[in-house]
């Protein structure tokens, strides 16, 4: 079982850029595929980027794609996300979360079910 922590969150102008990171206990993140989803008040959660055991293919929402970049370093066991290019439809809880990748060391994964161990979140605000 891992623990996951979010931090990195906070207020900031459209345009401008934010680093979110995730802190991992109990189990290192090695062992998992790791995602950032996001949750907007009214609206489902949804993906934003994972990034599977060993590093390569990261896979990111069309929404985010060029502006977010998704990173792990196991030997520090934490997950980040750098957000540049921030507009305020980006604005939302943004959640950590590690799934299994069933042997695959490659495995990259889009949708939350797959998704076994969740942080408690931490909220980027985007003004425009």
């Known amino acids: 079982q891992v623990q996951l922590v979010e931090s990195g969150g906070g207020l900031v102008q459209a345009g401008g850029s934010l680093r979110l990171s995730c802190a991992a206990s109990?189990?290192?993140?090695?062992?998992?595929?790791m995602g950032w989803f996001r949750q907007a008040p009214g609206k489902e959660r949804e993906f934003v980027a994972c990034?599977?055991?060993?590093?390569?293919?990261?896979y990111y929402a069309d929404s985010v794609k060029g502006r977010f970049t998704i990173s792990r370093d196991n030997a520090k066991n934490t997950v980040d996300l750098q957000m540049n290019s921030l507009k305020p439809e980006d604005t939302a809880v943004y959640y950590c979360?590690?799934?299994?990748?069933?042997?695959?060391?490659?495995?990259?994964?889009?949708?939350?079910?797959?998704?076994?161990?969740w942080g408690q979140g931490t909220q980027v605000t985007v003004s425009s």
């Open positions: 979360a590690a799934g299994d990748s069933r042997g695959n060391p490659w495995r990259v994964v889009s949708t939350a079910p797959d998704y076994d161990y």
């Open positions: 109990g189990r290192t993140v090695s062992s998992y595929v």
């Open positions: 990034i599977p055991r060993n590093g390569l293919p990261t």
